[in-house]
């Protein structure tokens, strides 16, 4: 487009002098003072002093009609009427109570008149601003927008104008008129990035109507406390537009300011957000769109000298926008993104990091023995329903976290926490109702007996109470457990979590031989296998009182996870209870890994028939939020707090409680538990059709959304694969797939994926698995 097409690019200021405005002033709105010259890019202003009160008498461009002008008096109304306090100009009215008498002024030129307050201060740039100055102006940019969000004009389109940053494109051609070659080509590298990349993007971003001149001429600060914002001024560039390029403006013409142009641009940033809360596109575009800001008004001015345009000139040279064009530039996108985003504390995206500094930081700080799966550790910056997304930009399939059961991420989830994060986050020695409606809930969905909830931060420290509270309620100390447990890593609990069969147990606990019908002692084909196990259980119960410690209770993990998910036999487990119980013991269940429907229906000792004392709770809880959580019986809980008093500083806080109830909302309403049971019965039809051509597949077993995966080098003598199954967890992986083995031999995958697991995610899973079969096979 040609330049003359562009409103308002020439100027035409109007030319009315001092004497014919004072005039003009006295007529239409009965003040008499003294009038000085104010500059303006658009608008012809006059500063006018009358007694006490001083004003600015804006004589508007003759370009300008009622719409555009109206336009800006109708958002300085509502802006007022929303935030009294913004510090933006008062609007007076004429004789006759209109704010923008039409007048014909000598030169026979018809304008619009308006005097509004003279805001005190000085412009920021004349004044030393501080970091917490320029998150003042980001604050003040912020309630700005929020006040202007719920208005609308319809003249805001009509306002064109040459400083729209989202349209700087069609200044392009202009950038002829930039002398310098080298400052030339930087201004048209922006312009092209902004045609590619921006401008698509920032088109799909929060649009509204935006001020859009918050540059440090516009902005006024106390002389004697630049700290404190005094006024905001000039409403002529408002426009219908982008936010952040309302943000973008900040750090224009900060060229006189000793501040670092990213510190300026992040301390903005956290002003901004801190009023009006930021999105995470916005804060990615925010470098782009300042550096269009910067492109489009070395442009213009170096146009606008360069044609002559009349009248004075607006800028001697394009010096203010290239000068810090280049620094930002020189910055690099990368750093100044991360730099926002840590400042507004958005997640850190990493691409491109270096991993391996950040694995000698991880080492110096976590120890060099923190472990991590994969030989070199996976990086992820995000996560959406099933799915994980890398640095490196590769979605990978989840299938062994079973944390986020209704999916990473879930928005229902991430906003109830937020949601109560933003207004309370206390402990259970307040009363608020959440905590009841959630232990209500929990407490529904068990056996009428369990009607009592202890709230705490992890699965370890359920178990670690059920098992004080057992040992106080029956007065005794052994503890019986499957021989390769995990329940945890508190100091007693530990004790419970040998993790291998042939790990010494201390005296007081007695571990169960894992009842394996597939590779154990006694196999599917055994009669009354389920007795032959449970046998083990009066061996157990007779070892601990001959060591002095009679059966307090036995602690299980309905889901035998770390035994690799073996398919216990029919009733094994009801007859190790009965013989628990024959001897006064309790039955702590550990659903950490088996509740909240991961086996098909909501616990996992309901569908071995077991009926619990306790039933301990975690990972799933809060679907990646800590929370634990312990239900007995009340007698029990009673029994407990009278001897010991009991109190968790976070355990069910508020927040923690949003995040429970969240859950259960979530599998309630999207019926996961049902789809778990269907998705999972596909999941293992699909496992053992492919195992007709992979003979590695030894067995495939288990309920709902928990399955066992267990592959052998020989179907016959069912020898482990151990290596072929490390292999393929790496190779699994290179296909985008995430799982994690299982077993004393390692040689069992224990699958887990989130309950919002459909068929199409079964089908991802098997092809990767098929083809990494089908690679272990050519090796
Ligand atoms: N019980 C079982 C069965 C578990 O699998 C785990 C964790 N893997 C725990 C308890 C301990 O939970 P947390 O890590 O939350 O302490």
Redesign the pocket.
């Known amino acids: 487009m040609p330049h003359t097409e562009i409103r308002l690019f020439d100027r035409n200021l109007p030319n009315v002098d001092v004497e014919e405005a004072a005039n003009l002033a006295r007529t239409h709105f009965a003040v008499d003072g003294d009038l000085h010259a104010l500059g303006g890019e658009r608008d012809q202003n006059f500063r006018l002093d009358a007694g006490d009160s001083s004003y600015v008498f804006k004589i508007s461009n003759a370009e300008d009609g009622e719409d555009v002008v109206g336009f800006q008096v109708e958002a300085l109304q509502h802006v007022k009427a929303r935030d009294r306090s913004l510090p933006v100009p008062e609007l007076h009215a004429d004789r006759s109570g209109r704010y923008m008498p039409r007048v014909t002024t000598e030169s026979g030129d018809s304008h619009i008149l308006r005097l509004v307050s003279y805001l005190p201060g000085v412009p920021v740039d004349e004044a030393p601003a501080t970091l917490r100055t320029w998150r003042e102006i980001g604050a003040l940019m912020g309630r700005l927008n929020l006040a202007l969000g719920s208005f609308y004009h319809p003249a805001a389109r009509a306002n064109d104008h040459p400083w729209d940053t989202a349209n700087c494109l069609r200044f392009q051609p202009l950038t002829e008129h930039i002398a310098d070659k080298s400052e030339r080509a930087l201004v048209n590298s922006v312009f092209d990035r902004f045609r590619e990349h921006t401008k698509p993007r920032l088109d799909a971003t929060r649009h509204q109507i935006i001020h859009q001149d918050a540059h440090c001429g516009n902005v006024l600060v106390d002389a004697n406390d630049p700290e404190r914002i005094t006024g905001l001024i000039d409403f002529g560039d408002m426009l219908h537009g982008p936010v952040v390029a309302d943000l973008a403006i900040i750090p224009d013409r900060t060229e006189r300011s000793d501040d670092n142009l990213l510190d300026v641009i992040c301390h903005a940033a956290i002003g901004f957000d801190a009023t009006f809360p930021l999105q995470e596109t916005e804060v990615d575009l925010l470098f782009d769109v300042i550096c269009a800001r910067y492109a489009l008004g070395a442009t213009i001015v170096a146009a606008r000298n360069a044609l002559h345009v009349d009248g004075p000139r607006h800028m001697e040279s394009s010096e203010p926008f290239i000068t810090p064009l280049d620094q930002l530039v020189s910055i690099g996108s990368a750093t100044c993104t991360r730099a926002v985003r840590r400042a507004c504390r958005f997640p850190a995206m990493l691409s491109g990091a270096d991993e391996e500094a950040l694995l000698d930081k991880r080492r110096q700080y976590l120890g060099k023995n923190a472990t991590h799966f994969y030989a070199r550790p996976m990086h992820f910056e995000r996560a959406s329903g099933p799915f994980l997304y890398s640095t490196d930009g590769n979605r990978y399939l989840d299938c062994y976290n079973n944390v986020p059961q209704v999916g990473h991420c879930n928005p229902h989830v991430v906003k109830a926490i937020a949601r109560q994060a933003a207004a309370l986050n206390t402990n259970t020695r307040y009363l608020y109702s959440s905590i009841l409606e959630y232990a209500e809930r929990l407490t529904d969905k068990l056996a009428p007996h369990l009607d009592a909830c202890v709230f705490v931060n992890?699965?370890?420290?359920a178990?670690d109470i059920a098992w004080q509270m057992a040992r106080i309620m029956t007065g005794r100390s052994g503890g019986l457990l499957m021989e390769d447990a995990?329940?945890?890593?508190t100091g007693p609990i530990r004790e419970f979590s040998p993790g291998h069969p042939d790990t010494k147990l201390p005296d007081h606990l007695q571990g169960l031989i894992v009842p394996d019908p597939y590779r154990g002692k006694y196999r599917d084909d055994t009669p009354d296998i389920a007795s032959r196990y449970a046998a083990d259980a009066d061996r157990a119960i007779a070892d601990l009182a001959r060591a002095g410690h009679e059966t307090a209770a036995f602690m299980i993990?309905s889901?035998l996870?770390?035994s690799g998910v073996p398919e216990t036999p029919d009733g094994y487990l009801r007859e190790v209870e009965k013989r628990v119980h024959a001897v006064g013991g309790l039955m702590i269940c550990?659903e950490?890994?088996s509740g909240f429907g991961r086996m098909g229906q909501w616990w996992g000792h309901e569908l071995h028939g077991l009926t619990a004392d306790f039933v301990?709770m975690?990972?799933p809880v809060g679907n990646g939020h800590p929370l634990?959580v312990i239900v007995t019986r009340s007698e029990i809980l009673e029994r407990f707090t009278e001897k010991t008093g009991l109190f968790s500083t976070f355990g069910g806080n508020t927040v923690a409680c949003a995040a429970g109830n969240a859950v259960l909302d979530v599998i309630e309403r999207d019926e996961l538990i049902e789809n778990g049971r269907v998705v999972g019965e596909y999941f293992r039809e699909q496992l053992r059709e492919l195992s007709k051509t992979h003979a590695l597949i030894g067995n495939v077993r288990g309920n709902g959304m928990l399955t066992g995966l267990e592959f052998v080098s020989d179907r016959d003598t069912r020898t482990p694969a151990t290596e072929e199954t490390a292999r393929l967890l790496e190779l699994m992986r290179q296909r985008h797939v995430l799982v994690g083995n299982e077993g004393r031999d390692g040689n069992i995958l224990k699958l887990r994926p989130s309950l919002v697991f459909t068929h199409e995610h079964v089908d991802l899973f098997i092809d990767a698995l098929d083809g990494t079969l089908g690679d272990l096979k050519a090796d």
Do not use: F, L, M, P
């Open positions: 992890s699965g370890s420290e178990n995990y329940h945890g890593i993990d889901a996870c770390s550990d950490v890994q301990t975690g990972k634990g």
